[in-house]
């Protein structure tokens, strides 16, 4: 999964754009851990805002995070960006950190195809080619505040493009079958889906962070 591949980005664009993945495992990776370990318990003025315009996305980190991580929730409908996904989400967080004027979580999400050249759409790939194996990927961008560098935590989930079955509530969910599964992520239970997704996956690394990192929030109380 090295290189150019193929990405659906978003409904509201052409749906096919060239990108590079991140390094990382199927289970993805992020850059920060070592570099946190050991460091000192750093204050945070107020509790991190996961800002977000999509209500599924929403639904589905509140689900996984439980209250493993105190965040609160803001719909912001931050500007549809082009260019490499990793860069994506680390704009999105830069953007958010500073509407916000302090600590924030966001993410970016993709699905991926392993042999595409620009096609006008989804349909035409099912039609027109052999391989229909693809990957979602999500990369979270955590900014600790306006003008912090954003890490970035990576989940992808291999899988391959099938006629629509379950749902079609939630994005690309009825053509995206993750692999070892004979149901679409819409036909699946919610919580099979997000303890397999890349959402799912992306999270671990992010609740893994937060507990190496051990922040302390001084005013969690405040929206
Ligand atoms: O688990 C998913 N299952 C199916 N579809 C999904 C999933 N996650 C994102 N999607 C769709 C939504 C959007 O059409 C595109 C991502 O675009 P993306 O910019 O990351 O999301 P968005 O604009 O809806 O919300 P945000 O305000 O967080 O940018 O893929
Ligand atoms: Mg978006």
Redesign the pocket.
Known sequence: MEGVLFC?????LPPVRRITVPPGGSSGQHRSAASMSGAAARALPKAVTF????A??LE?VRAILGSSIPFQSL????P?LQGEPED??KE?ARMAASQVNGPVL??????CFNALKGLPGLNNLLLAYEDKSAF?M?IFSLALGPGEEPMTFVGKTAGKIVPARGPAD????PV?QPDGFDQT??EMPKSV?NQI???GKALALVKEHFAAANYKVQNDGSA
């Not at 659906?8 to 509201?12: E, I």
């Not at 800002?51 to 999509?54: A, K, P, S």
């Not at 939630?170 to 969910?173: A, E, L, V």
């Open positions: 659906w980005a978003n409904q509201s800002v977000t315009g999509n599924k996305k589905e719909k912001l409908d931050l549809e994506i989400s999105k966001v993410e970016d999400t993709c699905l979602a999500c939630f994005g690309w969910d995206f992520y819409a889906k997704s890349h959402r």
